[in-house]
C-alpha cells in the first residue's frame, strides 16, 4: 500500500437513509487512551477525531501511517499497564479480561477491536474476500439516564450487549464496545447484504427488548449503520466512519432503523468490488 491515498467521492447518498450526505477522508491522527475505559468514553480524542469526520470531511488518508499505528496499537503504554497488573498480583484470566475486553459488558474493548478488524481487512484485501462492519447505536440512552439515572443506563447496556452476541455467530463474528451508547460488530467472509440481514435480526432483538429497573419496564431500540469492504473503502478508519455516519443518520432521524453508508465506485484499491 505504501503511501497510497484512499480518496472517497463526494456527493454521494445513503441507500436506506432519510438525507444524502458527502463523505471524504480527511487524514486522520490515532490517539491511544492508556486505559480501557477510556475508549467507551465519547470525549477521548479518537471519538473526537471521528466526530469531526462525521461534519467535516476531508481527504487524503494516509493509509502508511494508519497502519504503523493500528499494528503498535499504543504497545509500549499499553504493554506497561499489562506489567503493572501483573506486579499486583492477578491472574493470567484477570488480565487477559481487562487486556481484551470492556469493563461493563461482555463484549470486546475497543482497543482489541481495532486490532481485530486491521488484521480481518488485511485477509480480506490478500484473499478478495468480503468483509462488513456494523455500528449499532442504543437510541434514547439520554432519556433512560435522566429519568431512571445510570444503574437502568447500564442494565440496559448489557442487555443490548447480550442481545448482540445472541444474534451473532459466535465462531465468526466479533462484538465490541464503541462508545458510551453505541458498538461495533465486525463481521468477516460477509457481503452487505448478509450485514443487512444480520442487522435487521438485531433490530428486532432490540427492539424486543424490556429491561426491568425497579417497578419501571424500559423499552430499546437501535439505529445501525452498515459497511463493507471493498464497497466502502479499503482502511480501517475509513470503514469504521462510513458505518457511524449511516448509523447517526438513522439516529437522528427516528432511529429503529437500518441503512448503507454511501458506496462509491471510484474508490483505487487494484480491485473491482465484490461483494
Not at 87 to 102: H, I, M, Y
Amino acid at each position: 500500500m505504501g503511501q497510497n491515498i484512499v480518496e472517497c467521492v463526494s456527493n454521494l447518498s445513503l441507500d436506506i437513509v432519510f438525507a444524502d450526505t458527502s463523505l471524504r477522508i480527511e487524514q486522520i491522527e490515532i490517539f491511544m487512551p492508556r486505559k480501557d475505559d477510556d475508549f467507551a468514553n465519547t470525549g477521548n480524542p479518537f471519538h473526537k477525531r471521528m466526530s469531526d469526520l462525521r461534519q467535516n470531511v476531508g481527504s487524503n488518508l494516509n493509509e502508511n501511517e494508519l497502519l504503523s499505528l493500528l499494528r503498535t496499537g499504543g504497545k509500549n503504554p499499553y504493554l506497561s499497564d499489562l506489567e503493572g497488573l501483573a506486579k499486583r498480583g492477578l491472574t493470567d484470566e484477570e488480565v487477559d479480561q481487562r487486556a481484551f475486553f470492556d469493563e461493563k459488558t461482555p463484549t470486546y474493548n475497543f482497543r482489541y477491536m481495532l486490532r481485530l478488524f486491521h488484521r480481518e481487512l488485511i485477509r480480506a484485501n490478500r484473499y478478495r474476500r468480503p468483509l462488513s462492519v456494523c455500528i449499532i447505536i442504543v437510541d434514547a440512552l439520554a432519556n433512560v439516564m435522566k429519568e431512571y439515572g445510570q444503574a437502568a443506563v447500564d442494565l440496559c447496556i448489557m442487555a443490548s450487549a447480550e442481545s448482540l452476541i445472541s444474534c451473532c455467530r459466535s465462531d465468526i463474528d466479533m462484538v465490541g464496545r464503541y462508545a458510551d451508547d453505541r458498538f461495533m460488530i465486525m463481521l468477516p467472509e460477509t457481503p452487505g447484504t448478509g450485514a443487512a440481514v444480520m442487522s435487521e435480526r438485531i433490530r428486532k432483538k432490540m427492539q424486543s427488548l424490556e429491561i426491568m429497573h425497579q417497578w419501571y419496564k424500559i423499552k430499546l431500540t437501535a439505529s445501525i449503520g452498515i459497511a463493507y469492504f471493498p464497497g466502502h473503502g479499503g482502511g480501517v478508519e475509513e470503514l469504521i466512519a462510513q458505518a457511524d455516519l449511516a448509523a447517526e443518520s438513522v439516529h437522528e432521524h427516528r432511529g429503529n432503523g437500518i441503512a448503507y453508508a454511501p458506496e462509491s465506485s471510484d474508490l483505487d484499491m487494484g480491485s473491482e468490488s465484490w461483494s
